[in-house]
């Protein structure tokens, strides 16, 4: 195995392993891993980008640059504030896209000039 000071991240059966390593290398650390165990089976994504789960990362010159990825089949949802929902709840959701956008957003004008996130308030 190489030496490589990456990074590994697992959610259920869903794994990202971020490292420096040539395609070669690893293609053939992947092909290493894949004997192991013939009902797990892993497969690579090797660029400069990468999706896991709900997250979006781009290496820009050395730099992780990091937002919310939206699956193709993301529909926005809405609450109307005059839904019969509690109001603890309606009162979440201004909160809880917040916290989002601080966790996933590597930066504050990315999160801004990302489309999917509207605010509407009536």
């Known amino acids: 195995m190489y030496n490589n000071n990456g990074l590994h991240r ?3 059966d869903d794994t ?9 290398q690893s293609l053939e650390e992947i092909k290493e ?3 192991i165990d013939p009902n797990i089976q892993l497969t690579a994504t090797i660029g400069s980008t990468a999706n896991f789960l709900d997250l979006h ?3 820009k010159n050395g730099q992780i640059e990091y937002n919310v990825f939206h699956k ?7 609450l109307p504030f005059s839904s019969v929902q509690p ?4 009162r979440n959701i201004p909160f ?3 916290i989002r956008a601080f966790r996933y957003f590597s930066d ?4 801004m000039n990302d489309n999917k996130f509207e605010w509407h308030f009536s």
Do not use: C, D, G
Request: hydrophobic share 40%; glycine share 0%.
């Open 72 to 78: 193709p089949s993301y529909e926005p949802y809405y």
């Open 10 to 12: 697992q959610y259920i």
């Open 16 to 24: 990202i392993i971020v490292i420096n390593w040539t395609k070669e």
């Open 33 to 35: 891993w894949n004997r």
């Open 57 to 59: 990362m781009e290496n």
């Open 96 to 98: 809880a896209t917040l």
């Open 87 to 90: 109001l603890h709840m309606k």
């Open 108 to 111: 504050f004008q990315i999160f």
